[in-house]
């Protein structure tokens, strides 16, 4: 029997192939080919737009030859309705303003004495990093000071094949505005004083405002864990579209802010045709808060509890009324919405995890039939297998590709629809 490979590797090799066709460009990094954080860094921005471009081109093959292949009718009309939605629009490209320092945040590994990033194809090794220009300088020399000093203090890294050792991460964060937070996440709690130590001199020589010492004592390879201690401020702030944003060392937030902030402008621009806005999924509140700004009210739905602890503290900071916060699993909420029945006038936005809305969350946004759609994901092939399970009930509108991660295979797409 054929193998069945997973979607992201039919991708990735769909775009090894296609890259080697692609306008070559100069890589700015001494460690391209050998770590694995950037893969086009030798093709120049407009041939990896393009490239990305043609990935949800073959992504939509993909799922289209998919659903037909399931074989029943209901199967075969989803695959037309969405073979008819995706050819009636043309995906609009919208760039990053910078192909480079673009990151919000860095999770750099430390094991087998080394700090940096997974090597490319071997991700069990690691390329130990002297520079990253995803970042930008100011972020990683915080990472490249706290190495040192834990060189100093002889703090191990963490052996993640053998399970033994201390310090797994040094995780980055920084916003536009210049706050920048360090996060050392530790196996044990062994090392406080140790870890205390580098955060408060990285406190102390002005480069981090807020430190934070993190718990992951299990086997899994993670780069959150449970707060311990921090020194300085407990969150840094990052301003999008007029709205301020704490973020936490377990928070989510978009990698590329300036990107993540057009795509948030564009789903307010949406949602401000009337009705009530829910925002599912909605980490610390970012698009709920942008919504709300052109005073459309919205519910902001999240499961996460040091995600809705921010959120609270963002609704508060940012004086939004219009913003009730709900903890919930996304799709038991849309369920119970269903279940109240009538047609809601409004918007409903989602912007899942990987794995997408699923065919529940799907079949309940359909019962809800609120009068527009909007969803924004990090993986097309939940997206566009969430999609032909609504095109019966939703016409697509438009599909814009926006590149949070130049230099990648990454991307997020934005889907908006409304009710037929
Ligand atoms: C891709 S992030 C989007 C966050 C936010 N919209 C933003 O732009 O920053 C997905 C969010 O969904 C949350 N999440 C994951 N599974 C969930 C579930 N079953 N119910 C509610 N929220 C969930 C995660 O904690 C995360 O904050």
């Not at 890589?27 to 893969?39: D, L, S």
């Not at 990896?48 to 075969?76: C, M, N, P, W």
């Not at 900071?317 to 109240?340: G, K, M």
Request: aromatic fraction near 8%.
């Amino acid at each position: 029997m054929a193998r069945v490979l997973p979607d992201k590797k039919k991708l990735q090799n769909y775009l090894r192939g296609a890259a080697e066709e692609a306008e070559p460009a100069p890589p700015r990094c001494r460690h391209f080919g050998e770590c694995g954080g950037c893969e086009f860094q030798d093709r120049s921005y407009a041939a990896q737009l393009d490239l990305k471009r043609r990935a949800l081109a073959f992504v939509a093959e993909t799922i289209l030859s998919e659903i037909e292949s399931a074989g029943g009718g209901t199967e075969r009309q989803n695959a037309e309705r969405l073979a008819d939605a995706l050819a009636s629009v043309d995906p609009e490209m919208i760039p990053s303003p910078s192909p480079f320092g673009y990151r919000q945040r860095m999770d750099y590994v430390y094991a087998f004495g080394k700090a940096g990033l997974r090597r490319a194809q071997r991700r069990w090794q690691v390329t130990a990093l002297r520079e990253c220009p995803l970042l930008g300088d100011a972020g990683f020399a915080v990472f490249q000071a706290a190495l040192e000093l834990a060189g100093r203090r002889r703090i191990p890294g963490y052996d993640y094949m053998r399970h033994e050792g201390e310090l797994r991460y040094f995780v980055v964060r920084r916003s536009r505005a210049g706050g920048i937070m360090l996060s050392l996440v530790t196996k044990t709690l062994d090392r406080r004083g140790d870890v205390l130590a580098i955060l408060s001199e990285l406190l102390d020589r002005g480069m981090i405002v807020s430190g934070h010492w993190l718990h992951a004592p299990g086997l899994g390879d993670v780069s959150f864990g449970a707060r311990v201690e921090h020194v300085g401020e407990p969150l840094i702030y990052e301003n999008m579209n007029d709205v301020r944003l704490g973020i936490g060392p377990n928070s989510f937030f978009q990698a590329n802010p300036a990107v993540a902030e057009m795509a948030y402008a564009k789903m307010a621009e949406f949602a401000r045709s009337g009705g009530e806005a829910l925002d599912m999924y909605s980490g610390v509140g970012s698009i709920a808060l942008t919504v709300s700004r052109n005073g459309v009210s919205a519910l902001a739905v999240e499961n996460q509890p040091e995600n809705l602890a921010i959120a609270g503290e963002n609704i508060r900071i940012n004086s939004a009324a219009n913003v009730e916060l709900i903890a919930a699993d996304a799709v038991e909420f849309l369920l119970e919405r269903a279940e109240r029945g009538g047609k809601a006038p409004g918007t409903i936005i989602v912007n899942p995890p990987r794995p997408g809305v699923t065919e529940k969350g799907m079949e309940a946004i359909r019962r809800i039939g609120q009068e527009r759609l909007a969803y924004l994901s990090c993986n097309p092939f939940t997206l566009l297998r969430d999609m032909a399970k609504i095109l019966d009930a939703y016409s697509l509108r438009s599909l814009a590709l926006y590149d949070m991660f130049p230099q990648t295979r990454h991307f997020e797409t934005l889907a908006l629809f409304s009710r037929r």
